[in-house]
Structure formats: structure tokens, C-alpha cells
């Protein structure tokens, strides 16, 4: 932010300038940039090596839009979003670096996320809550605070109508074209819904989550394989910032994680969650299931 409160107008007209000649600058650096893509064509690349194709999430953060520069490599775009400045694209693999190089644009592969099965029970045991005691549910519980007129996005499998959701399972959305967010293949979404809002119904009152008054809302980003893309969850989190005054979302989960080697000022996914953040939805991530050995 230019200020001018000590040094007069002259300074704010001096910064003014200085301000159009950067965005001159930039314009001119990536106008020669794509006039060098444009007249290589991504020549001298093996014919089998041109034809190569990979698909990634292409962001901008300057004047360069990322349609226009998918473009311009001889690339496509297939989803545009609208919560970052950003598209999923299938680019030549041999244009990655070149597309990487151009001023503002970052790329990104568009990698598969597993979400991880839940395990068969290994026998008999007696119920127990005692996770609902350490982090203070039970407590809260009692003073008659379940999570009442809060609503939960569960990012993942789905969630089936089971009894423990009667009546909260309040809406939701299939991103993976199966076309029913209410009907979990997998298992996980289900399991981890009855985490965070299961009243119990289910299991005749012996089992229930922390919040078993809330409502809970299905966004289904993978199908019966417990797989899905970066891109599908940007979709996830995209709609649940779309439809958040529509269902009082306030709180969005999202139980799944991968390797990203980038910062995450430029990681796309991390740049989605700061939105849905600054949306005013609060983003709760898993930590991982392998302690301090969480490589994988």
C-alpha cells in the first residue's frame, strides 16, 4: 500500500507512475515470453515426447490469465475455478516448464489422492467414547452445547444415510458423476461423518461422535476405489464456499492428505483452503495416521 501522508501528493503521482511502468514491464516480459512459445512450438522435441500429455492445475498471480497461457502451449482447458484464479488443464508434457517459466503462472501435476480404507474390526470389544472425554465433547454435551445449528462439509467418500444421521444429512453433491452423495462405496466418508456428527442410532446409543447434533452436508469426491485428484477437491472446496450461506456451512473436513514439494503459497490446494478460510469456514485437515512417520 502507497503511502502519502508524510511526503505530499507528489509522491502518491510518483508511485502512481511507478506502478504503471511495473505493470508495462510485466505485460512487455510475458508478451516476449509467449511470442518465444509461439514461434518455437515446442521444437526439437521427439515426436513421441511432443505427444506426450499430463494434466495439472495451472494458477496465476499476475497479469497473465492461466486460460490464456494454457492456451498458448497447445494446451486445454478442462475446469475452470473461480475460488482461485486457476484451471485444470492437459498440457504437451514437454510445454510444462516452458508454461512454469511464463511471469506469475505456477503448474502443478494434478496428482491422485487415496483416501485410506478403514480397517475390518479385529473382534469383540467393549464400547468405548474415551476419545469424547479427552477432547471435552462430553462436556460440552452436558451442558447442552452438540453442535446444534452447525453444519459440517465432510470432503470425501460420501456419507450413507445411515440412522445416526437422521434428519441432519442436509444436502450434498457427487463430484466423481456417480450422481448420489448419499451413497459411500468406499466406507471412509461414512466412517469419518460418524466422527464428527453420529448420534449413535446406529449402534443402539454405544457408539457417538463429537458433535451429534450438527448437520452434516456430503461433497463426494471419490468413488468405490477411495481415489480422486487435487483438482476434484478444489472442486469440493469450491462448492462448499458456493453453497455455504445455503446450508449454514461452517466447519469443512477434510481427511485425506499428499506430498506436495511446493510452498504453499503456491500450491493450488493450499490456496483453496485460504479461500474457503477467508469465506468464513473454518478447514479442519487431518494430520496423518503414522505419527512422526507420516511419509506417505
Same mark, same amino acid.
Request: proline share 4%; glycine share 14%.
Given at each position: 500500500?502507497?503511502?502519502?501522508?508524510?511526503?505530499?501528493?507528489?509522491?502518491?503521482?510518483?508511485?502512481?507512475?511507478?506502478?504503471?511502468?511495473?505493470?508495462?514491464? #510485466?505485460?512487455?516480459? !510475458? +508478451? &516476449? $515470453?509467449?511470442?518465444?512459445?509461439?514461434?518455437?512450438? /515446442?521444437?526439437?522435441? @521427439?515426436? =513421441?515426447?511432443?505427444?506426450?500429455?499430463?494434466?495439472?492445475?495451472?494458477?496465476?498471480?499476475?497479469?497473465?490469465?492461466?486460460?490464456?497461457?494454457?492456451?498458448?502451449?497447445?494446451?486445454?482447458?478442462?475446469?475452470?475455478?473461480?475460488?482461485?484464479?486457476?484451471?485444470? #488443464?492437459?498440457?504437451? !508434457? +514437454? &510445454? $510444462?516448464?516452458?508454461?512454469?517459466?511464463?511471469?506469475? /503462472?505456477?503448474?502443478? @501435476?494434478? =496428482?491422485?489422492?487415496?483416501?485410506?480404507?478403514?480397517?475390518?474390526?479385529?473382534?469383540?470389544?467393549?464400547?468405548?467414547?474415551?476419545?469424547?472425554?479427552?477432547?471435552?465433547?462430553?462436556?460440552?454435551?452436558?451442558?447442552?452445547?452438540?453442535?446444534?445449528?452447525?453444519?459440517?462439509?465432510?470432503?470425501?467418500?460420501?456419507?450413507?444415510?445411515?440412522?445416526?444421521?437422521?434428519?441432519?444429512?442436509?444436502?450434498?453433491?457427487?463430484?466423481?458423476?456417480?450422481?448420489?452423495?448419499?451413497?459411500?462405496?468406499?466406507?471412509?466418508?461414512?466412517?469419518?461423518?460418524?466422527?464428527?456428527?453420529?448420534?449413535?442410532?446406529?449402534?443402539?446409543?454405544?457408539?457417538?461422535?463429537?458433535?451429534?447434533?450438527?448437520?452434516?452436508?456430503?461433497?463426494?469426491?471419490?468413488?468405490?476405489?477411495?481415489?480422486?485428484?487435487?483438482?476434484?477437491?478444489?472442486?469440493?472446496?469450491?462448492?462448499?464456499?458456493?453453497?455455504?450461506?445455503?446450508?449454514?456451512?461452517?466447519?469443512?473436513?477434510?481427511?485425506?492428505?499428499?506430498?506436495?514439494?511446493?510452498?504453499?503459497?503456491?500450491?493450488?490446494?493450499?490456496?483453496?483452503?485460504?479461500?474457503?478460510?477467508?469465506?468464513?469456514?473454518?478447514?479442519?485437515?487431518?494430520?496423518?495416521?503414522?505419527?512422526?512417520?507420516?511419509?506417505?
Amino acid at each position: 500500500m502507497w503511502r502519502n501522508v508524510l511526503f505530499g501528493v507528489n509522491v502518491g503521482y510518483r508511485a502512481r507512475l511507478g506502478r504503471r511502468k511495473k505493470r508495462r514491464l #510485466a505485460a512487455t516480459a !510475458t +508478451a &516476449a $515470453a509467449l511470442a518465444a512459445i509461439t514461434a518455437s512450438s /515446442i521444437t526439437g522435441v @521427439p515426436a =513421441a515426447s511432443a505427444d506426450a500429455r499430463e494434466s495439472v492445475i495451472v494458477t496465476a498471480s499476475g497479469l497473465l490469465s492461466p486460460i490464456n497461457a494454457v492456451l498458448q502451449v497447445g494446451g486445454s482447458v478442462q475446469t475452470q475455478f473461480h475460488l482461485i484464479d486457476g484451471v485444470v #488443464a492437459s498440457i504437451p !508434457t +514437454a &510445454a $510444462a516448464a516452458v508454461l512454469d517459466a511464463l511471469p506469475g /503462472i505456477s503448474v502443478t @501435476p494434478d =496428482a491422485q489422492v487415496s483416501l485410506q480404507d478403514v480397517p475390518e474390526s479385529t473382534g469383540p470389544h467393549a464400547p468405548s467414547d474415551a476419545f469424547l472425554n479427552q477432547t471435552g465433547a462430553s462436556q460440552l454435551a452436558a451442558a447442552g452445547d452438540t453442535g446444534q445449528g452447525v453444519t459440517v462439509a465432510v470432503v470425501d467418500t460420501g456419507i450413507d444415510q445411515l440412522p445416526d444421521f437422521s434428519g441432519r444429512l442436509i444436502g450434498g453433491v457427487d463430484l466423481t458423476g456417480g450422481g448420489n452423495p448419499f451413497q459411500d462405496n468406499y466406507g471412509h466418508g461414512t466412517f469419518v461423518a460418524g466422527l464428527i456428527a453420529g448420534d449413535g442410532a446406529s449402534s443402539g446409543g454405544e457408539y457417538s461422535g463429537e458433535a451429534p447434533g450438527a448437520n452434516l452436508v456430503s461433497i463426494k469426491v471419490a468413488g468405490a476405489n477411495g481415489l480422486t485428484d487435487v483438482g476434484t477437491i478444489i472442486q469440493g472446496l469450491q462448492w462448499a464456499a458456493d453453497h455455504q450461506a445455503l446450508y449454514q456451512i461452517k466447519v469443512l473436513n477434510l481427511s485425506l492428505g499428499f506430498q506436495s514439494s511446493e510452498s504453499t503459497l503456491v500450491n493450488p490446494l493450499d490456496l483453496a483452503v485460504q479461500a474457503a478460510w477467508n469465506a468464513g469456514i473454518t478447514v479442519v485437515a487431518s494430520a496423518g495416521n503414522a505419527g512422526p512417520f507420516n511419509g506417505t
